[in-house]
């Protein structure tokens, strides 16, 4: 039997002076889970807390339509109608990470649309939605993860479906973009499969796309249509900050020369922390190997910074170098949480203080290790969907 205390948001705690970003006050509060498996902490943001006998994580829905009060900031208000049109805004999800759509859904207020999507024996996807949608701005939410090309026939037809229901605009939102990796030629006769894959959701009928932290920023010139990339930085950073470590202790590293902007960025967020950077060279795809180390880390607390972790090879070879080299403590920030094998292995064998990833990705609970923690960007997107909705800016979230 689950137990489910809704509470209003703390008093406000002191940021700690590291923390340099009017953004994380969109994001200041938390939800906590505890279970009775100790593995595992799950945070997403809400005043809200959950204690589950069945040890199974669930996020509480929030009824009736109705908002947390730390959520209704004065300039959300200014800038977004949330009470207009709501029935020409619809939200449907796939199959790939049903419950980040449903906290959308909560946090926007909305219900999710009816579609049902199955799956033929010979393995073909079905998709029939179950409402009309015509003339409405339609949101589709399914990230290309795991299985990955399924994933991505599923989103293709789900655009389609929609588009000959005759609905006014489509956007596919898309949490964690597959592929976006493969972005570029580096050896002689490779493909560009992501430019592939936008040029397949181009026309099969998208209006527009909503993704996350991709890979690299030229992914959103293959698109010809528009693209809102949403940077998750916010989320994370406002995780952090309750950690109070002192800004003098701190020092934000790259795990890679080719994520040193990413890593600069999030270090200018908490006030121009200085930087690092692992030199590491690839032998072959998902091996990486350590070389060098660029940057002073000795006595610090180390926060390394990539877009995802995949096989965690890089991140664990890059923690090990930190140690070796004097880092007090290191902690792992991304936004998505791919975790092919071997991950878990390497990220809880203890040289990891904590694992923060977010829930773009769905983790399934046996790769759940007590040093992981998963916080919520649903918050995040509902907000960038009624943005997009409204006409809005959505720049001004992360400024």
């Given at each position: 039997?689950?137990?489910?205390?809704?509470?209003s948001?703390?008093?406000a705690?002191k940021?700690?002076s590291?923390?340099?970003?009017?953004s994380?006050n969109?994001?200041?509060?938390?939800?906590?889970?505890?279970?009775?498996?100790?593995?595992?902490r799950?945070?997403?943001?809400a005043?809200?807390?959950?204690?589950?006998?069945?040890?199974?994580?669930s996020i509480p829905i929030?009824n009736?339509r109705?908002?947390?009060?730390?959520?209704?900031?004065?300039?959300?208000e200014k800038?977004?109608?949330?009470?207009?049109?709501?029935t020409?805004?619809?939200l449907f999800s796939g199959?790939?990470?049903?419950a980040?759509s449903q906290?959308i859904?909560?946090?926007?207020?909305?219900?999710?649309?009816?579609?049902?999507?199955?799956r033929?024996?010979?393995?073909?996807?079905?998709?029939?939605?179950?409402?009309?949608?015509?003339?409405?701005?339609v949101?589709?939410?399914?990230?290309t993860?795991t299985?990955?090309?399924?994933?991505?026939?599923?989103l293709?037809?789900?655009v389609?479906?929609?588009?000959?229901?005759?609905?006014k605009?489509?956007?596919?939102v898309?949490?964690?973009f597959g592929?976006a990796?493969?972005?570029?030629?580096?050896?002689?006769?490779?493909?560009?499969?992501?430019k592939l894959?936008a040029?397949?959701?181009?026309?099969?009928?998208?209006?527009?796309?909503l993704a996350?932290?991709?890979?690299?920023?030229?992914?959103m010139?293959y698109f010809d249509?528009?693209v809102?990339?949403?940077?998750?930085?916010?989320?994370?950073?406002?995780y952090?900050?309750?950690?109070?470590i002192?800004?003098e202790?701190?020092?934000?590293?790259?795990?890679?020369?080719?994520?040193?902007?990413?890593?600069r960025?999030f270090?200018?967020?908490?006030s121009?922390?200085?930087?690092?950077?692992?030199d590491?060279?690839?032998?072959?795809?998902?091996?990486?190997?350590?070389?060098?180390?660029?940057?002073d880390?000795?006595?610090?607390?180390?926060?390394?910074?990539?877009?995802?972790?995949?096989?965690?090879g890089?991140?664990v070879?890059?923690?090990?170098?930190?140690h070796?080299?004097g880092?007090?403590?290191?902690?792992?920030?991304?936004?998505?949480?791919?975790f092919?094998?071997?991950?878990?292995?390497?990220?809880?064998?203890g040289?990891?203080?904590?694992v923060?990833?977010?829930?773009t990705?769905?983790v399934?609970?046996?790769?759940?290790?007590?040093?992981?923690?998963?916080?919520?960007v649903?918050?995040l997107?509902?907000?960038?969907?009624?943005?997009?909705?409204?006409?809005?800016?959505?720049?001004?979230i992360?400024?």
């Amino acid at each position: 039997m689950a137990s489910l205390t809704l509470s209003s948001p703390p008093a406000a705690a002191k940021t700690p002076s590291y923390l340099a970003s009017s953004s994380s006050n969109f994001f200041s509060s938390s939800l906590s889970f505890t279970t009775s498996h100790s593995h595992s902490r799950n945070s997403v943001f809400a005043s809200i807390k959950c204690d589950l006998g069945n040890g199974n994580p669930s996020i509480p829905i929030i009824n009736d339509r109705t908002l947390p009060k730390f959520l209704e900031s004065a300039r959300m208000e200014k800038s977004v109608s949330r009470t207009n049109n709501n029935t020409r805004l619809k939200l449907f999800s796939g199959t790939a990470n049903p419950a980040l759509s449903q906290e959308i859904a909560w946090y926007m207020g909305l219900d999710l649309g009816k579609i049902k999507i199955k799956r033929f024996a010979d393995g073909e996807i079905y998709v029939q939605l179950e409402e009309s949608v015509r003339g409405c701005d339609v949101y589709l939410v399914q990230p290309t993860c795991t299985p990955t090309n399924e994933n991505l026939m599923e989103l293709l037809i789900m655009v389609d479906a929609c588009r000959r229901a005759s609905a006014k605009k489509v956007t596919a939102v898309i949490p964690y973009f597959g592929y976006a990796r493969a972005d570029r030629k580096t050896q002689g006769r490779e493909s560009i499969a992501a430019k592939l894959v936008a040029n397949l959701i181009t026309e099969a009928g998208a209006d527009r796309v909503l993704a996350c932290d991709l890979h690299s920023g030229q992914s959103m010139g293959y698109f010809d249509i528009p693209v809102d990339h949403v940077y998750c930085q916010p989320v994370i950073l406002d995780y952090l900050a309750s950690k109070s470590i002192a800004a003098e202790d701190l020092v934000v590293v790259s795990p890679d020369v080719g994520g040193v902007a990413r890593a600069r960025a999030f270090a200018k967020k908490l006030s121009d922390a200085p930087l690092a950077i692992v030199d590491k060279r690839r032998s072959g795809h998902n091996v990486a190997e350590v070389m060098n180390l660029i940057g002073d880390v000795k006595g610090k607390v180390a926060v390394m910074v990539d877009d995802m972790i995949d096989t965690a090879g890089t991140i664990v070879k890059g923690a090990a170098l930190l140690h070796q080299e004097g880092a007090r403590e290191v902690y792992a920030c991304c936004t998505h949480a791919v975790f092919s094998p071997p991950a878990i292995e390497r990220l809880s064998g203890g040289l990891l203080q904590e694992v923060i990833v977010t829930n773009t990705l769905p983790v399934a609970e046996k790769n759940y290790f007590p040093q992981l923690t998963i916080l919520s960007v649903a918050n995040l997107l509902g907000e960038t969907i009624w943005r997009v909705h409204d006409d809005s800016s959505v720049s001004s979230i992360f400024l």
